[in-house]
């Protein structure tokens, strides 16, 4: 029989496993999240970090065989070095991309994600071994420390999901979690504090580690905040990170910028080439202008550019990230580019996926206006596929008309075309357009329609600083670094293929397209 103070210790590591799992499940999907933030292609660097992080605990478990001795000890160590590592991540990783080489935030990231996954891995061995010490069976404490380990797992990654994340960001999620790991630490050398020699060294030295990370939950994110400011030209003005994304919203003067995960959405400066191509071509083109879709346009300058024609009656602007509209309602920086727009009567705001409201409503739409991101990564891509552009058709009344922003087609040519290729294979009647915009440089839209396109047939009857019909014709006429016939290095020509949501080889072709600007 065990005596009560066995019990009491083992007790302790089964507790102890299952809480050092749920901080190293956070580490883990937390430098994914930096990954995708920072280096972008989240199913890309969620691959990467998390086959990295498995790694390293493959190589910690056969490391751990040399461990047979002061096992406590060892384990404390262990947590001191997870604590420090994994706490300072974010923080360093915004000070590295801020102030080093390009390519050097990569190769930290992974370093470190392969270092603490190697932490992680020694873990759960020694606190196997140290059960079977005091005295409980092999197959028992085998049993109930892995079902620690794994039921921490599923703990960690709802709790990065639903309340570190969207709560206390990346920067303060990291410190948090160091010191859960550190007071696991320092609960266990506490208990163990006979069988350790030196005990008031490590204690000391615990809780200068401790010291450390406090002041890092507390002061680092302002520190932070001064690293990612270098990333941007302009002083940052509101910055948020949303269960989405990062919102960013810079100022200069009179130029306002909104980024979203570091990608610019539009200046205050040039937007209105922007929307304007993006809005008035399909208004002039549709028969009708009472029922309009917007996916995407949380900012409400879409919307703004159609309540100009009166005989609009319903808007419906459907956006991801409810932060993004609350932001251009509330912000007066925005206000005073939308006008109000989103308060508008006519306009009815839906947070959701563009993708899910295209399959679950019963609408048909005048005009469909397309303003989201562009596809660099597998969320953003279905909506750049032949399946999410069918859905669009279905909805779009014959004699309507809809715009899709398409990026650049002089920065990523072969991306543009490949999505106006896929527009087309849904059925659909395509023109292509496209507009130099400083902020941006050249920028690309395709025009879409159940019924065949004349461009020099539409007449633009509503106040505008840049459109008018005479400049329309000229947007339809691309240069030779910009058409659709592209070839490869070799000066063979390269076939296009519309973008599915089997074959979303379109993620491939932007990132390799975009990686030198």
Known sequence: MLNEAAVRKSKIIYWSSGIVSICGIIFEVLFGALGSYILGDGVKQYTLTISLFLTGMGIGASLSERVMKHLIITFVWIE???????GFSSF???GITA????GTEAFYLYFITLLVGGLTGVELPILIRKANEIGVTLNKSTARVLFS??????????LFVFLLRPQFGMVKTAFLVGCIN?????IVLWL???EIRHFGLHAAIGLIIGVSLLIGLFFGEAMAFSFEQKLYKDPIIHMEETSYQKITLTQDEEDVRLFLNGSLQFSSTDEYRYHEVLVHPTMAFAENHENILILGGGDGIAAKEILKYEDVKNITLVDLDPAVVELANTNKHLLELNEDSLKNDKVHVENGDAFQFLENTNEWFDVIIVDLPDPNNEGLNKLYTKEFYSLLRNHLVPGGAAMIQATSPVFATEVYWTISETIASTGLFTENL???VPSFGDWGFVMASRDALDLSKIDITVPTEFLTEDIISGLTTFGKDADKQITDKNGNAVELKPNTLIDPHLIQIYEKAWKNY
């Not at 102030?99 to 390009?102: L, N, R």
């Not at 380990?149 to 709802?158: E, H, T």
């Not at 550190?182 to 320092?186: F, G, H, I, Q, S």
Request: proline fraction near 3%; hydrophobic fraction near 55%; charge should be neutral.
């Open 434 to 436: 496209h507009v130099d």
């Open 99 to 102: 102030f080093s080489p390009a």
């Open 192 to 194: 163990f504090r006979r």
């Open 80 to 86: 001191f070095g997870v604590a420090v590592i994994g």
């Open 182 to 186: 550190l007071t696991v630490a320092l």
């Open 149 to 158: 380990d794994y039921a921490g797992g599923l703990i960690g990654g709802l």
């Open 92 to 94: 360093t990783m915004f």
